[in-house]
């Protein structure tokens, strides 16, 4: 289930700043046209940390009945307060929703052990499958190899991992080191095809937001051992995964997606829009791709 391209889809908000529900209906449908594996609402990529608790129910609740069981929809549900994520993890699975994606608890900086409990907490309050999102880069804090390991020993329902450390050493050894079924997938576009060809099972995209064809080829290439045809595609989209986060994700690609006219380009503080010259870039990347 969890292997391939998976969208870490944007919230589109309207002007006034309220859920646009109609356009994300509309994302999804766009997604699964263009053969993605996965999707993942209430991401970093969705604003999550600006939406309220019944406004992330309902966009996960959108996601899900778009999908309507054509793809599997991974749930963000992580919390700094485990209470929290554990009732955020419980309204995923009374929506429907596949999995659930977790977030290193950020801002408190627990220790391994602390994680550890973390994260068995969430696996023994509800029998969903869990995915770690391990980025130290916001978390300020690193999932290690050993603990992650203890986990998926212990608990059935943790069965990957989003490696968004950036340390390829470390993925080589969560690869290397956890069960063959377990699912170590990039948090990184750029890193999807290396991490790939180490062992790793796909990426959850910030980038197939605007080409998820291309994303799902790429991941399929991979899968398939067609490194040539992999490495091929990931050069021709590597200005794309640079450009964007020209600025902090999800700004560049909300900006992206609503210069193709799929949503409006409006986002939550303290989010804002990007510099002019930087959305110049981002421009000239999507036209010399035709994306634009």
Same mark, same amino acid.
């Given at each position: ?26 994302? @999804? ?11 993942? +609402? ?16 309902? *966009?996960?609740?959108? &996601? &899900? ?5 054509? /793809?599997? @929809? ?11 994520? $554990? ?15 977790? *977030?290193?608890?950020?801002? !408190? ?31 300020? /804090? ?13 608990? #059935?329902?943790?069965?990957? @991992?989003?490696?968004?450390?950036? !340390? &390829?050493?470390?993925?080589?050894? @969560? ?9 170590? $997938? #990039? ?18 995209? *910030?980038?197939?937001?605007? *080409? ?16 040539? #045809? ?15 986060? $020209?600025?902090?994700? +999800? ?33 000239? $990347? ?7």
């Amino acid at each position: 289930m969890f292997k391939g391209a998976i969208t870490a889809i944007v919230t589109p908000f309207t002007e006034n700043g309220e859920l646009d529900l109609e356009s994300l209906k509309g994302l @999804v449908e766009f997604q699964i046209k263009n053969h993605i594996d996965g999707i993942v +609402p209430c991401g970093t990529t969705g604003e999550s940390p600006s939406l309220n608790e019944e406004e992330h129910v309902e *966009v996960v609740k959108t &996601v &899900v009945d778009a999908a309507n069981g054509k /793809v599997p @929809v991974i749930a963000g549900a992580g919390s700094n307060s485990t209470e929290h994520a $554990i009732e955020l993890t419980r309204k995923a699975a009374d929506i429907g929703a596949n999995a659930t994606l977790h *977030v290193c608890p950020y801002y !408190n900086k627990p220790t391994q052990e602390g994680l550890y409990r973390h994260f068995s907490a969430i696996a023994k309050a509800v029998d969903l499958p869990i995915i770690i999102y391990n980025i130290q880069g916001r978390t300020a /804090v690193n999932m290690e190899t050993a603990t992650l390991a203890r986990l998926a020993k212990e608990h #059935s329902n943790i069965v990957g @991992v989003k490696e968004a450390s950036g !340390n &390829v050493a470390q993925m080589m050894d @969560v690869i290397n080191e956890l069960p063959k079924n377990f699912a170590v $997938i #990039s948090g990184d576009d750029n890193l999807t095809l290396p991490l790939m060809a180490l062992g790793g099972k796909g990426v959850i995209s *910030v980038a197939s937001n605007i *080409v998820p064809k291309e994303m799902h080829e790429l991941c399929k290439y991979a899968l398939d051992g067609d490194l040539e #045809s992999a490495k091929r595609l990931h050069y021709h989209l590597l200005p794309l995964f640079k450009g964007i986060f $020209i600025e902090t994700n +999800p700004i560049p690609i909300k900006a992206a997606v609503a210069m193709k006219g799929m949503i409006k380009e409006a986002y939550r503080l303290p989010m804002c829009e990007m510099k002019p010259e930087n959305k110049e870039k981002l421009r000239n $990347i999507l036209k010399s791709l035709k994306i634009l």
